[in-house]
């Protein structure tokens, strides 16, 4: 009881000491330019996508590729669709792995440069090009690589979102280390998702058993798991890949591919790390023509830490949030996203700020659909909407990634970062 509320206390404080720094750095240059100011910022959080033979529409890397979206980006990164990352900045936890979102400052910086009619300065200011990984390489030594079926997509055709089931050939329980989505063809694949299909007889369309894996993501490595933790991969799963193909003007094939690392057969692990759909909203009743707010519920009823939260829903879905109910009825937000069904965004914290919580702490999962004619990804405004796992139904669950802690680690957890806190 008492470290729940030690612990609400202590986030809120970690929190509250971690926004000072962004907000005190206020620096918007009076006469941005693009090799002074834009440049740094597009290296470190556009080129990634924005560069030739990538996923995004255009390349982003030198001032005439850039001038002619100059309006584009200011209306883009305005509303924060670009780049995309749509965890709230003004609420719950702050400091995620792989962030390159914009700051409010950058942001400006951005806006302030568009409105002056995008100049570009000086060459000479230029920051030296970035070191921009190489992609369609492994960098880790897979003892295990499941491929995905061949898939043709079309040189014109709309998106194309569906599954593939296929055998994975490991017959044991095996502990994974380290995993890595490689996609065959940067340009077609929008996203690759991963999951361990536990139930054999489950059909094709039933995820609820399913275990995340990995995300496919452009500018992501692999997922390495911290010593002392690793993954079950349970034996005869088989593997699910859930894609998001797009058309290029010039038929692709492609084939997309999984691989793990794998601890000897017998290795047990001090944590097992889990990923789950948890929080399912029951009913999901989304009248035509409204805002709709759903609650799905996840009791734990062990002390665990929070290591990623992925928002899942369908075209409808706008926002997501996840709240923590400890055991005394306390609450804390932890994150919100705002959501688009074109970018599965998997939100992992960073280590020192994964939120830790009490046995017996209930996951509270708020789902916002919009079903009014605003939704620009709404097919349909006119009719009722329901669940299903079709993709015009509506789905209202997170993936939940966490591991388990005994009562002693978890008393250990609060101290270290009470004392981290004092000591600031
Ligand atoms: C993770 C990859 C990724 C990153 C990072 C990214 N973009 Fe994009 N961007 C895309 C993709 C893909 C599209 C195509 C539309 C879509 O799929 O949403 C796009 C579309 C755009 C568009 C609209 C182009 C059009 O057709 O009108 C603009 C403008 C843009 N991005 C600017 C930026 C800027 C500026 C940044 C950095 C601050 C950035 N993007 C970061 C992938 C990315």
Partial sequence: MRNARLHAVLLAIVTATWMLPAAAAAEVPDAPTFHKDIEPIFQRSCQVCHRPNNMAPMSLMSYQETRPWARSIKNKVEVREMPPWHIDPKVGVQGFKNDRSLNEDEIATI????????????????????????????TIEPDVIVTS????????????WGDYVVPSGITEDRYIQAIQTKAGDLRVVHHALTYAVTDPEAPLSDSSGDAFLNEYAVGKNADVYPEGTARLFEADSRVRFSFHYHSIGEEVTEQTELGMVLNPVGFEPDHILYSRQLGQAGELDIPAGQVTRHDGYAKMYLPGRLTGFQPHMHFLGTRQCLELIYPTGATEMVSCANFDFSWHIVYNYEDDKQPVYPAGTTLHVLSYHDNTEGNRGNPDAKNWTGGGSRGVDEMAFAWISWYDLSEEEYAAELEARKSATDND
């Fill in 149 to 160: 079926p061949l898939h043709t997509v079309p040189a014109e055709a709309g998106d194309w």
């Fill in 111 to 138: 806006a302030k440069w568009v409105d002056n009619g995008a100049p570009r300065g000086n060459p000479e200011d230029a920051p030296p090009p970035a070191e921009l990984q190489e992609f369609g390489a492994w």
